[in-house]
């Protein structure tokens, strides 16, 4: 009983601190995966250093339609399987959306960061939690990234995934701050950051210097995904290997990255 006591008030911590779970996000995107896309982003050169070396910033931009969301989620999925069993290595990540806004101000955006690196510790938020739950008050933008900070540094690597960057909030310069403040974190703990955006100029100069990479949808990715409607063409279509190749090279041609 107390066990089950000390669960619950965990959970209520946790929730307190966001009740915003991006998980389910996860599951849809990387279910829409046809196996093998995204595969050269993981196999690239540019991708292998972001990985294994601290202290990197992947910063991968694309038109929309690209299918960055996508590869946001290839990353995440990469990432937890490749160390789901190393306690000391930990994986965060945010997927910013326009139509949620109200939900991504930046310290609702750190806060959700810091409730996903404490799932296995939440008891170091208690007393974050006390030092609030009687005022009835939020904690500050400043108290949540030090405490972020502070359990950053308790793992030996972070990986820090943000998609879609350019929906994040941009009135009262909440994009600017959260951004900056990330970068901040970042030189202070060795965090590694993966971020995806549009091709918006005033974002990309936050990354300069950073390792850049474009998304496109590569002609093998796009040829897979094709592959696994084929059965969806008319008969005379997908009984003739032929015909089945030519349209897939002009579907290629037509997509264009897209």
Not at 197 to 217: D, H, M, N, T, V
Request: glycine fraction near 6%; charge should be negative; hydrophobic fraction near 35%.
């Amino acid at each position: 009983m107390r066990s089950r006591l000390d669960r619950n008030e965990e959970l209520e911590i946790l929730n307190w601190l966001t009740p915003i779970d991006y998980g389910p996000q996860q599951s849809d995107f990387i279910n829409r995966r046809r196996e093998g896309t995204g595969q050269w982003l993981l196999d690239s050169d540019d991708f292998q250093r972001w990985l294994n070396q601290s202290k990197q910033t992947l910063f991968c931009q694309g038109m929309p339609g690209a299918g960055k969301t996508i590869m946001a989620s290839i990353v995440i999925n990469h990432l937890h399987t490749e160390y789901q069993n190393d306690v000391n290595i930990g994986t965060t990540y945010l997927y910013c959306n326009f139509r949620r806004q109200h939900e991504q101000r930046p310290a609702d955006l750190l806060a959700n960061l810091l409730k996903q690196l404490v799932q296995r510790r939440p008891e170091c938020m208690k007393s974050l939690y006390d030092d609030h739950k009687d005022k009835q008050t939020r904690p500050s933008f400043n108290e949540i990234s030090k405490i972020l900070q502070s359990i950053i540094a308790d793992y030996r690597r972070v990986f820090i995934i943000i998609d879609a960057l350019d929906e994040c909030q941009v009135s009262d310069g909440g994009r600017v701050k959260f951004l900056s403040e990330m970068l901040n974190i970042q030189a202070k703990t060795g965090a590694n950051i993966f971020a995806t955006s549009r091709f918006i100029p005033e974002i990309g100069k936050q990354f300069e210097g950073s390792i850049s990479l474009e998304i496109r949808a590569s002609d093998e990715d796009v040829k897979r995904y094709i592959d696994s409607h084929t059965l969806q063409l008319p008969s005379f279509a997908s009984n003739n290997p032929d015909l089945v190749d030519e349209i897939k090279t002009e579907i290629v041609k037509a997509v264009n990255g897209m």
